[in-house]
Nanobody
Framework: QVQLVESGGGLVQAGGSLRLSCAAS????????MAWFRQAPEKEREFVAR????????SYADSVKGRFTISRDNAKNTVYLQMNSLKPEDTATYYC???????????????WGQGTQVTVPS
């Protein structure tokens, strides 16, 4: 079992930055691939970024590539999402998720946090 708690969301002006954090319970954090997903009102949950257990492999959705950076600190059981050059279309609830598979498919992540809201006014 893995429990995940996100933090760091908020309201930021277009062009600004935020860093989301996701703290995980358990002593086996490093075996899990971690990902960030987001869901805007009346839209489906979409993949944002993922990172392997060691942190050596990352990938991003095209919509955030070059602006967002995913990283992890296995000593702190935490994964981060640094978000720069934020746009109104980035407004969503952001969720972190854990899986034993390095995948972009939400259904393959069995563990989820409760979400943190990011709002970028237009």
């Amino acid at each position: 079992q893995v429990q995940l708690v996100e933090s760091g969301g908020g309201l930021v002006q277009a062009g600004g930055s935020l860093r989301l954090s996701c703290a995980a319970s358990g002593r086996t954090f490093s075996i899990y691939a971690m990902a960030w997903f987001r869901q805007a009102p009346e839209k489906e949950r979409e993949f944002v970024a993922r990172i392997s257990g060691s942190g050596s492999r990352t990938s991003y959705a095209d919509s955030v590539k070059g602006r967002f950076t995913i990283s992890r600190d296995n000593a702190k059981n935490t994964v981060y999402l640094q978000m720069n050059s934020l746009k109104p279309e980035d407004t969503a609830t952001y969720y972190c998720a854990a899986s034993l598979s390095l995948t972009t498919r939400a259904r393959e992540y069995p563990y989820w946090g409760q979400g943190t809201q990011v709002t970028v006014p237009s």
